[in-house]
């Protein structure tokens, strides 16, 4: 326990001291969520957290309730839900959640966690039947609804009354909306961009910039967002564009199909694409692009296609996918690099079982699935040490002036000059004053200067002068696995299944301490 807690003090401390590979270098790293984990389906199309704090995931096969552990499903299958492809999601202010479907639209309950279909007839004979696009509510509570091949309906919850525009006007497919005031903004699938004043009683306005060009005409406008500054962006199948409707200025910022946004803060605005998700700073107009890399890697995105992105209210995002899942990425209260095998480090390992601080400040890390590496923390350098009496699977480092113990797994032990990089190399002997086993779990110097190294096959002590191990027969050929020395200069020694030895270096007693609470003394001969 407490070399645990030493290591992840050091961690801590390491941390501390990287500032500018921590903070400069900024990796993004995800958590997965996907039908291993209960999703019902792992394409999501929208993302939603209700009052309650749960969040919502609308798939192609059901809609996921997720409680941070697990999944509620609902489809047409355990509920009255009467449709599994799910393409919106809305809260009201009672607490119910408006589902719309690829077929209708439905309102869930909590309460009573049912689904009640919406079939009001409109003012013109019309029920929503179709794909519904957008619900969105205005200033009044009046709930908004745009629905493929039926146009755009407003329902007044008070009065009980729905009322369908734009259906006999042949401008049904509105794929986009939002409310400004008196004025309504369309987004007609594949057609342009269109205003128009509150009452639909005049003809729909193509939106023109400053220079009088329709930039949307044509195109498929899919989410905006209100950023600072009165500018307003906009993800279409051409791209991210930016657009101040008050001048009229605008400006293509990316060029790609995107999708959905959303801000993560206030000058940082995250972008869902077909070709994986972009992170603009609005500040530095910055442009991060996050992909799925072409090795496994725990921590990506899942996938490049992104459908949808929310925001929680703890900051934390979450990126919806057509193939992936979902990717979660927390708020970074304290920033952690991660390093594992990813693109800029591919030949790094996964195991890390040391680290040990070098006399120039750098960092040795042992893994027992790669081998030695050397960490320069002011050149951001990751560096393989490559020699073959050093085997793959590290399992002790011991800083001793200008050498560095390396114990392996299997392989010996090693001495490496970290001046002239020289390795001297210990291997299994069965003479006097040898190593007798192959395997070297500990290494560790003592305010004395001494060298221990425990072994699956016993305990033993550096010989300075004669450059040899003297066994300790009081440990016998038990495997040592690690060992630790106090603040009073007492050692204590770990070992496997046969309980924690303790010497006093003081009085040279030994004590065994077992499970069972008996203890038993050992005088060294």
């Known amino acids: 326990m407490n070399r645990t807690i030493i290591k992840l003090f050091f961690c801590l401390c390491i941390v501390t001291a990287l500032p500018s590979y921590a903070y400069n270098t900024v990796h993004y790293y995800f958590r997965t969520v996907d039908i291993r984990n209960g999703l019902s389906q792992n394409s999501v199309n929208r993302i939603f957290q209700d009052k309650k704090g749960f969040m919502w995931f609308g798939t192609k096969d059901g809609l996921s309730r997720y409680d941070g552990l697990s999944f509620r499903i609902y489809n047409n299958e355990n509920s009255n839900l009467g449709r599994n492809f ?19 639209l439905y309102i869930y309950n909590p309460i009573l966690d049912s689904f009640t279909e919406f079939n009001l007839v409109s003012d013109k004979g019309t029920v929503i039947r179709d794909f519904v696009t957008m619900i969105r509510c205005d200033e009044h509570s009046n709930i908004w609804i745009s629905v493929e091949n039926q146009g755009l309906f407003c329902y007044n919850s008070d009065e009980n009354k729905l009322r369908n525009y734009l259906h006999d006007a042949g401008l049904a497919n509105v794929h986009r909306f939002w409310l400004n005031g008196n004025t309504c903004w369309l987004a007609l699938y594949g057609d342009n961009l269109y205003y128009i004043k509150a009452g639909f009683e005049s003809p729909l306005q193509p939106f023109k910039d400053a220079n009088g060009n329709e930039i949307f005409k044509g195109d498929i406008i899919n989410c905006e967002v209100v950023g600072p500054h009165n500018y307003t962006y906009i993800a ?7 657009v101040n409707f008050v001048t009229g200025k605008s400006r293509r910022i990316l060029d790609a199909f995107a999708r959905t946004l959303e801000f993560k803060s206030d000058d940082e605005l995250w972008v869902g694409t077909e070709k994986g998700l972009y992170i603009y700073n609005l500040t530095t107009n910055k442009i991060t692009h996050l992909t799925v890399p072409d090795q496994d890697d725990s921590y990506a995105l899942s996938d490049n296609a992104i ?26 209260w304290t920033y952690f690099e991660k390093f594992y095998p ?9 195991r890390v079982r040391e680290i040990c601080e070098g006399n120039d400040g750098t960092l040795w890390i042992g893994t027992e699935d790669k081998g030695l590496f050397n960490f320069n923390p002011e050149t951001e350098e990751m560096v393989p040490f490559e020699h073959p009496d050093i085997y793959k699977n590290v399992h002790a480092l011991c800083l001793d002036g200008d050498d560095l113990w390396v114990g392996t797994f299997s392989r010996g032990l090693n001495k490496v000059n970290l001046r002239t990089r020289q390795v001297k190399h210990y291997s299994r002997d069965k003479g006097e004053n040898s190593l007798t086993a192959s395997d070297a779990f500990t290494v560790c110097k003592t305010t004395a200067e001494d060298i221990w190294i425990g072994t699956t096959s016993g305990l033993f002590k550096y010989n300075r002068s004669l450059d040899n191990f003297a066994h300790i027969p009081q440990l016998g050929s038990l495997f040592v696995y690690d060992i630790l020395e106090d603040f009073e200069g007492n050692l204590w020694f770990a070992t496997f299944s046969n309980g924690v030895f303790s010497y006093n270096t003081q009085t040279q007693q030994w004590k065994s301490y077992l ?4 203890r038993f003394d050992l005088t060294l001969l």
Not at 90 to 104: A, M, P, Q, R
Request: aromatic share 18%; proline share 2%; glycine share 16%.
């Open 515 to 518: 499970s069972n609470e008996k």
């Open 307 to 332: 459908y949808s992105i929310y925001r929680d209210r703890e900051n934390g995002m979450w990126v919806g996918s057509y193939f992936g899942g979902v990717n979660y990425y927390p708020y970074q």
């Open 86 to 104: 799910i393409t919106v999601l809305y809260e009201d202010s009672k607490g119910n959640i408006w589902v719309g479907t690829d077929g209708g």
């Open 342 to 350: 990813r693109e800029e480090i591919k030949f790094f390992g996964r």
């Open 236 to 242: 279409s199948s051409n791209g991210l564009t930016e």
